[in-house]
């Protein structure tokens, strides 16, 4: 296929080889992808395909330079960031585009995606320059107890589509900031924002082989060895949970320090003392923020059966207003799913979910749309073995299911083997609080469909995954603590 004359001016000037130890590449065997733009199925751009000797050569880039990396102020390394910070801002509307004309989401969305990710440089600039060990004097007299903290080491980023920029920002702020050296793998429907990303973190004064990266459709061919290789001593994943427990064991060989974020299956629980112009409003947002395609979108809506009728209605009202198309168009609030067998995936289980008795209170039905587009769609009467209700969905579906006792809806919120985010929706305090306890999840949204944000500690319990992203904890997945026994000074 050919190129879309002419191109965009970010386009013309985005890199599109491999960056290995400061130079933009071409992979070893000449071998590129073609980067589709999911809106109208045209090639946005043709990307070099990393190869394993890649991936070699940006392991010895990241583990030569790891010392001196180390070796930096934290206030150097924070004014790296601080710029980045910057020049993201600077440059949000070409890299909104670009998130929007490679992954699908509309372009407010997609504004919004800069913005947060240049909030996490901006706040692991700010961490940076906490890194603190601790001291105390040995309970016995013997001596002093100090410790410090170290960077991890050479560490392996892989991250997904879904938030091309957004998710790298969540794992190289924190990285950077901790004086680790990286090798990072984007995931290759979505390379383009992390190619923009790395010639940003480049011109901001990042030294040579600091941070590498290697689109690449060869991910298992290529990730493996890097794990197994004992020089790579922390990978940190945003994915499925079945790719992530692959990884798992691979990284066990070398007994690799791990974080992980894995899937969802959020529930989100509407009880009849909720404001429902809050409830109606936080639903929108927890489903149809990225069409459904986020790991926290809900999954499972449990309504109380007194106010089910009112919510639907008006859920449904608001979502119907919401048109569907290329996310570039003025007015648009739906984009298209990343590809075929994510729009042959919703089908199926909303086919399911009918076939087993749901029915359909909005849309259902994305014959009339063009490409990957699906509709905004309600299921009411959603029976429990519906699959969707154990799938993540991973699109603008949303599942209504109603109840009536507490205790009841708890069970069967945590009836998954995920646990990352739960949605409460009540205005009474005694159960808002045992029912923030009782939740089997890492976050909790009280009264909100959106738990993100920087400065709070992101990260799931079950098979949602392991170790915090963000927050105070973020930068601590890239620190060692080392200990150092101080003797007692001689009598
Ligand atoms: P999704 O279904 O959302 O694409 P995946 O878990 O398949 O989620 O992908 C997340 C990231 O993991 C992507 O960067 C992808 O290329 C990468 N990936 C997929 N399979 C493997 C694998 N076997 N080894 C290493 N990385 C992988």
């Not at 790991?295 to 089910?308: Q, S």
């Amino acid at each position: 296929m050919t190129l879309t004359p002419p191109l965009p001016p970010v386009l013309s000037t985005l890199p599109t080889g491999l960056l290995v130890d400061g130079e933009w590449r071409d992979a070893t065997d000449g071998g590129r992808f073609d980067v589709i733009d999911p809106a109208n199925g045209r090639v946005l751009s043709s990307i070099a395909d990393a190869t394993p000797d890649d991936a070699q050569a940006a392991l010895d880039a990241a583990a030569a330079a790891q010392r001196s990396w180390a070796g930096t102020t934290s206030y150097s390394r924070a004014d790296i960031l601080r710029r980045v910070y910057e020049v993201l801002l600077e440059r949000r509307e070409e890299l909104a585009w670009l998130i929007t004309r490679e992954m699908g989401k509309p372009l407010a969305d997609a504004r919004g995606e800069v913005q947060y990710a240049a909030n996490f440089f901006r706040w692991f600039a700010e961490e940076a320059v906490r890194i603190r060990g601790t001291h105390a004097v040995a309970p016995d007299g013997r001596g002093q107890i100090l410790t410090v903290r170290e960077p991890v080491g050479p560490c392996l980023l892989i991250t997904p589509w879904n938030f091309p920029l957004a998710m790298g920002a969540r794992k190289i702020g924190p990285a950077l900031a901790a004086g680790c050296t990286i090798v990072f793998k984007p995931a290759p429907q979505t390379p383009l924002s992390t190619l923009a990303l790395a010639q940003i973190l480049q011109e901001a004064g990042l030294p040579d082989g600091v941070l590498n990266v290697l689109p690449t459709t060869r991910a298992a061919e290529l990730v493996e060895p890097l794990l197994r290789s004992g020089v790579i001593r922390k990978l940190s994943f945003t994915g499925s949970t079945h790719v992530g427990k692959i990884l798992l064991e691979q990284a066990a060989s070398a007994v690799v320090r791990t974080s992980m974020e894995l899937g969802g299956n959020a529930p989100f629980i509407v009880f009849d003392d909720a404001d429902l112009d809050i409830a109606v409003e936080a639903a929108v947002a927890a489903k149809m923020r990225n069409m459904g395609e986020a790991c926290t979108a809900t999954n499972r809506l449990y309504v109380h059966e007194g106010i089910a009728a009112e919510f639907t209605r008006r859920f449904a009202a608001r979502l119907a207003d919401m048109p569907a198309g290329d996310g570039e168009e003025e007015g648009i609030l739906v984009g298209p799913l990343i590809d075929a067998p994510s729009l042959a995936k919703v089908e199926r289980l909303v086919a399911d979910a009918i076939a087993k008795g749901a029915r359909v209170a909005l849309g259902g039905n994305a014959d009339d749309l063009a490409g990957y587009l699906y509709p905004p769609t309600i299921l009411t009467h959603v029976p429990v073995d519906a699959d969707l209700l154990t799938t993540e969905i991973f699109g603008p579906v949303a599942p209504i299911v109603t109840f009536v006792d507490e205790n009841d809806v708890v069970t069967r919120a945590n009836a998954t083997e995920w646990g990352l985010v739960g949605y409460i929706m009540t205005r009474d305090l005694d159960r808002a609080q045992r029912m923030a306890g009782a939740l089997d999840v890492g976050m909790v949204g009280l009264n909100t469909g959106i738990v993100s944000d920087v400065a709070a500690p992101f990260g799931g319990v079950k098979e949602s995954g392991l170790g915090r992203e963000g927050g105070h904890l973020g930068i601590d997945e890239f620190l060692n603590h080392k200990y150092i026994s101080v003797a007692a000074p001689k009598a």
